[in-house]
């Protein structure tokens, strides 16, 4: 079954300090990855994509990782900001039959505290 | 970047009427459109992908008759929530497809509001 799975659900940190988001998925087969950042009551937006490839995406001050053997992603994020504050979306693309699916990981709620 | 313009951003309106909620792609063409209805503190639900000039595929649980979709052109899809009861309140959020981007990216709205009194 085509599922991805985030951790943690939510993330609480200060002002200024690094996180790192991850993301397991079982889908197959893989055409590429996304991270997205949705602020409260708006649509996402994509910070990153990653295809089977690549490794790693920076984003100013995020960073995605992908490894496709353990069909792992991580999203790094430097320096916090208060405005980092959001819901941080893993989306893995499948393209089969001619047709692109989108498999949506359940999120990760990030607070930055001052 | 490509950018996909969804309206209303809010609308409330009573029970028991319709509502439009329109979705345009606005400097690609959009062979394929996605509808997601998102509860608070909650991920995206798929509702619904819309083909142009074809009928949408609905997700299993969602009710065909209640949520019309409609994709009459390459750069336009509506969602009508029909007889709208305060159940259906909810963010539903637009997404479309460049097919001619980066490997089919999905291109965001953002967001409506639908609350029903």
């Known amino acids: 079954k085509n599922q991805v799975e985030q951790s943690p659900q939510s993330l609480i940190i200060l002002e200024g300090k690094n996180c790192t988001l991850q993301?397991?998925?079982?889908?197959?087969?893989?055409?590429?990855l996304r991270w997205y950042k949705q602020d409260t009551g708006r649509g996402p937006v994509s910070l990153t994509i990653?295809?089977?490839?690549?490794n790693t995406k920076s984003n100013g001050r995020y960073t995605a990782t992908l490894d496709a053997d353990t069909k792992q992603s991580s999203l790094h994020i430097t320096a916090s900001q208060l405005s980092d504050s959001a819901s941080y979306i893993c989306?893995?693309?499948?393209?089969?039959?001619?047709?692109?699916?989108?498999?949506f990981g359940t999120g990760t709620r990030l607070k930055v505290l001052a | 970047g490509a950018v996909v313009s969804q309206h209303p951003s809010r609308v409330i309106c009573k029970s028991g009427t319709s509502v439009k909620i329109e979705c345009r792609s606005l400097?690609?063409?959009?062979?394929?459109m996605f509808w997601y209805r998102q509860f608070p503190k909650q991920s995206l639900m798929l509702m619904a992908t819309?083909?142009?000039?074809?009928?949408?595929?609905?997700e299993q649980g969602v009710e065909k008759d209640k949520f019309l979709i409609n994709h009459a052109s390459l750069t336009l899809s509506t969602l009508t929530v029909t007889s709208a009861h305060p159940e259906d309140s909810s963010f539903y959020i637009c997404?479309?497809?460049?097919?001619?981007?980066?490997?089919?990216?999905?291109?965001f709205g953002e967001g409506s509001r639908l609350t029903v009194l």
């Open positions: 997404s479309a497809l460049n097919v001619a981007g980066v490997t089919g990216e999905l291109f």
């Open positions: 819309s083909n142009e000039g074809s009928k949408a595929t609905y």
């Open positions: 990653m295809t089977f490839s690549e």
């Open positions: 993301c397991n998925y079982t889908v197959s087969p893989f055409s590429n």
């Open positions: 989306v893995v693309t499948l393209y089969t039959s001619g047709t692109y699916k989108y498999i």
């Open positions: 400097d690609f063409q959009a062979t394929t």
